[in-house]
């Protein structure tokens, strides 16, 4: 071999050896969160801030009703989509396994045997030579176990680990879905309940209201015009009765499915109302997200994997060597194959690099878009945060109002009604007074329940948006939050 030939052969290896352990993946630098520093309607003096997070906060300290809290715990035990996810992480965790076993070589044990018969015009010895040649062969080996000297296995490892630390994320974020569907089912039943009960006792007094109208009416005090506005209004009930019965039992059904079984042995149910839940939560910054949500995080893993399969793109562009080896014993003959005389190695380096890389280059384009999709996704998942956790304060600043305002309504329509109904017996106005003030008083408290149960719904939106409900009890003021990456090598 001449001295330039040598050079030749030698140079892609020293190469190798001096880039060995250079990472060829970007530096990671995390996005800047693309929104504003403050949520709008939360507390902004430095004492009004609060000294912990919500997702430190323990659902069975958010949800009072023991009830809801059995519920939860059945759900937690049986949901289908909660099993799917927790199965996603083990197959995550499966596949990293898989991704770093290849940093390390394989290692066989193994044994074969050649016989051969060859014409006596190709014996190694000529026609002297044995007509039948045996070789029998025993050892440990290696086979094309690469040198990782560009990064390309420990960066396909990395992107495999943050693809796994994603779908634990995505674990946390279904079961932090699942609290919430379920809270959200169950009030919204509670709900259904107390208009079921509202319309039972409307249409009961509706009923007595068409009976006396009809009483006066057969004997000629009522006009035919008083009776049938009666009979509309008790008819229009009986109608809001069957529908809210059909409500009753979707949200049964929504309730159950979300369960994934029939609970059974349930405490006793507290009394519906805005006590329900704590009456504060800890809204923090928006930068608090980063670290709560686990959406958020399993995002910002995906934007690290990709980042990763960038390094590993890259390094395709460089030589890639390879190893096989051997290490036992060979022999003509079965008896003896282990003994000292018989031992054998070998030894095959292997270095190929690329010549035309379209294909290569295509690969780095592939993983630099994703990459940037990655980026898009990871900022997305930011603003979509910060949108529903601004609309859940946006409700928490004017559910309050609301109800008290419509609790006022309640009132005075109930204090309209029975003026109404005072004069119309007197005969100073007609039905139609009473009827009106009926109907204001009706859908008065209809719409102070379905708001109280929005009310509800609001509170519960906002802790899931916080990242609230994946600690069953609340963790201490000093508890560290998860991180959302951490270094595979």
């Known amino acids: 071999m001449t001295r330039s030939t040598l050079k030749f052969v030698l140079a892609p290896v020293l190469a190798s050896l001096v880039l060995a352990g250079c990472s060829l993946a970007p530096k990671y630098e995390r996005p800047v969160a693309p929104v504003p520093g403050m949520f709008p309607n939360a507390p902004t003096s430095p004492a009004a801030m609060p000294v912990s997070a ?41 596949l990293f396994g898989i991704q770093q076993s290849e940093r390390l070589p394989t290692i066989g044990v193994g044994g074969n045997a050649s016989i051969q018969s060859m014409p006596d015009d190709l014996r190694a010895g000529g ?16 086979t094309s176990f690469e040198l990782d000297f560009f990064g390309r296995v420990r960066n396909l490892s990395e992107a495999a680990y943050q ?18 569907q379920v809270a959200e089912s169950y009030f919204r039943l509670r709900a259904i309940e107390q208009q079921r009960a509202l319309v039972e006792r409307t249409l009961k007094a509706r009923q007595s209201s068409y009976d ?28 809001d009765l069957q529908e809210i019965r059909r409500a009753e039992q979707l949200a049964q059904n929504a309730l159950l499915l ?29 930068s ?14 995906g934007l690290l994997a990709a980042n990763a ?6 390094a395709a562009f460089f030589p890639n060597i390879s190893l096989t080896g051997m290490l036992g014993f060979a022999s003509g003959a079965m008896g003896g194959l282990f003994s000292g005389a018989n031992r054998f190695w070998s030894f095959t380096p292997q270095l190929t690099m690329p010549l035309f890389s379209g294909g290569v280059r295509g690969n780095l384009d592939l993983a630099e878009a994703r990459k940037n999709i990655a980026v898009s996704q990871y900022e997305k998942s930011i603003q979509t945060a910060f949108r529903e956790v601004a609309d859940a304060l946006a409700g928490e600043a004017t559910y309050a109002e609301q109800l008290n305002a419509l609790r006022d309504l309640e009132t005075s329509a109930a204090e309209s009604l029975k003026i109404a109904q005072l004069r119309y017996d007197n ?36 802790y899931k948006a916080l990242g609230g409900g994946w600690l069953e009890n609340s963790a201490a003021p000093s508890a560290a939050a998860p991180e959302a990456s951490k270094d595979a090598s």
Not at 59 to 68: A, I, S, T, V
Not at 309 to 314: P, Q, S, V, Y
Request: charged share 20%.
């Open 54 to 94: 919500s997702a430190d906060l323990g659902w069975r300290e958010f949800f009072r009703d023991p009830q809801l809290q059995s519920l939860i715990q059945v759900a937690l035990e049986n949901n289908r989509d909660l099993r799917i996810a927790i199965d996603r992480v083990e197959e995550a965790r499966a």
């Open 127 to 142: 026609a002297s030579a044995p007509s039948v040649t045996r070789v029998y062969q025993a050892g440990v080996g290696i």
């Open 163 to 180: 693809q796994f630390l994603a779908s634990e994320q995505a674990r946390r974020t279904v079961h932090i879905t699942l609290i919430s």
């Open 212 to 239: 006396l109208i009809k009483q006066r009416y057969d004997v000629g005090v009522a006009g035919s015009l008083d009776l049938y506005q009666a009979k509309s209004q008790l008819d229009s009930v009986r109608a």
């Open 258 to 286: 979300v369960l994934g079984t029939t609970p059974s042995n349930l405490p006793q149910a507290t009394a519906f109302s805005q006590d329900q839940l704590l009456a504060q939560i800890p809204v923090g910054l928006p």
């Open 288 to 301: 608090d997200l980063l670290t709560r949500r686990p959406d958020i995080i399993a995002a910002e893993n």
């Open 309 to 314: 399969n960038i390094g590993a793109a890259r």
């Open 427 to 462: 005969g100073i106005d007609s039905f139609l007074q009473v009827q009106a003030a009926e109907i204001t008083l009706y859908n008065a408290q209809r719409s102070f329940l379905d708001t109280g149960l929005n009310s509800l719904m609001n509170r519960v939106e906002l």
